[in-house]
């Protein structure tokens, strides 16, 4: 009997301990199956919210989350950095049969969002509100209403993003309102039955080299109630397709130093042959692309294009720059292209499919950089542009007149030397 209550004691004693360890636990430390990770502290969560509200997490920290679908919305009001673990497979979506605001709303400065799929039934995608320096960068999303909205928000950063729109009437890609000193760069903005871009009384903010197509309205400067849109500065896009290319330009620039941006609905020409259209667009852009602009990195360079053909398998492979164009048949290619002096010297030579063909230098080239202009039958070829090597057909030439030049200046070293010495032998 005695022997049974001291087993019954023993199990007792266990148990009570069990509980307070579970109680008094200061940290709910998950496992490390779970797939919401703190770089920082090595902590691990089973959602993205709890990663963020986590009393370990602190400003300055990186948040990485597993590829997975994530059904939550999330709020970000620490200065940290969520980075999903790759745009196509981390999935956030709320899943909820009822509209929510937001799936991604952002109220702290110094933030970064980057490498997530974003898509379900919110009305916004990215709402980020009074904050400065916030980033947004190689995410896919899809929304109702606006994918990614910056309001009262200053230095931020949306690149790299491929945005798409729903179908539904008041859809607008990227929304800018009361904001000032931002970048949109290189992002593919497409598929809205309203505006690709939309400022509404929006200042200063550098807008280049996105795809803007098969929207409504390209870019809508709205002109809010507190005032007007000006000083935005709008060059190296693509507008491919829009009902409307742009609305209510006016105080804002559509160039760079001296290119602008490429218009589908451009009419204008270029006699000169520079990849500049010689006509203003829209009184707007005065030095329209005759061509679709594209940006390429060859060994951290960049590497730019304007051409009527499409560009594809671009790479560099330490010498040369190689690439493949490719146009509707029986027609006239063009391709302008910028090459930095570091990346392969100057002086160049360019092959389309192992033919040589003549380029013209234009005058606007550099020290650093080179603008070669060159056509070309359209098709699909391969261009091949390299550092001009000497001709080796010069070798054996050259190799002749230095021996003879060689050989008359020892003669004339020896006959300066016998009239020195007078003839004598010595």
């Known amino acids: 009997m005695n022997g049974k209550l001291f087993l019954v004691l023993c199990v007792l004693l266990l148990l009570s301990c069990l509980s307070y360890a579970r109680f008094s636990q200061p940290e709910a430390k998950a496992s490390d199956s779970f797939p919401v990770h703190n770089l920082s502290t090595g902590l691990n969560y089973t959602t993205i919210q709890d990663a963020i509200n986590a009393n370990e997490t602190l400003d300055g920290q990186t948040i990485l989350v597993d590829a997975g679908v994530y059904n939550e919305t999330v709020l970000i009001n620490k200065s940290i950095s969520l980075i999903g673990e790759n745009k196509y497979d981390t999935v956030l979506d709320a899943q909820t049969t009822s509209f929510v605001n937001s799936l991604v709303n952002i109220t702290a400065n110094n933030v970064t969002v980057a490498n997530f799929n974003l898509t379900g039934f919110s ?6 509100g009074s904050c400065s320096n916030v980033t947004i960068r190689d995410n896919i999303i899809w929304s109702l209403v606006v994918c990614i909205g910056l309001n009262n928000s200053s230095n931020c950063l949306i690149i790299g993003n491929a945005l798409s729109g729903t179908g539904l009437e008041g859809n607008d890609l990227i929304s800018l309102t009361s904001s000032h000193d931002c970048v949109i760069d290189n992002n593919t903005i497409e598929g809205s039955t309203y505006d690709g871009i939309l400022l509404i009384t929006s200042n200063d903010n550098l807008i280049f080299d996105n795809l803007i197509s098969q929207n409504q309205y390209g870019i809508d400067f709205y002109n809010g109630p507190q005032g007007a849109d000006y000083g935005n500065i709008v060059f190296h896009n693509n507008f491919e397709g829009n009902l409307y290319q742009i609305n209510n330009g006016g105080g804002n620039y559509f160039n760079g130093s001296f290119e602008g941006n490429y218009w589908s609905d451009y009419t204008g020409k270029d006699p000169d042959q520079d990849g500049i259209g010689d ?17 390429f990195i060859a060994s951290n360079y960049d590497v730019q294009t304007i051409s009527n053909s499409t560009i594809s398998n671009f790479y560099f492979n330490g010498t040369a720059i190689d690439f493949d164009v490719s146009g509707e048949n029986g027609t006239t290619g063009f391709c302008r292209i910028c090459v930095p002096t570091a990346l392969i010297g100057a002086g160049y030579r360019i092959l389309v499919n192992g ?6 230098l234009l ?16 098709s699909t070829q391969e261009v091949i542009i390299t550092i001009q090597e000497f001709p080796f057909f010069l070798i054996p030439s050259l190799f002749i007149i230095e021996t003879l030049l060689s050989a008359t200046i020892l003669r004339r070293k020896r006959n300066m030397h016998k009239t020195c010495t007078g003839g004598l032998q010595v």
């Open 355 to 360: 033919t040589e063909v003549q380029y013209k």
């Open 123 to 128: 009305f916004d995608k990215i709402d980020v």
């Open 279 to 295: 006509t203003p667009y829209a009184n707007l852009d005065y030095y329209p692309l005759m061509g679709m602009f594209e940006n």
């Open 363 to 378: 005058p606007i080239s550099n020290s650093t950089q080179s603008y070669l202009y060159f056509t070309y039958h359209q």
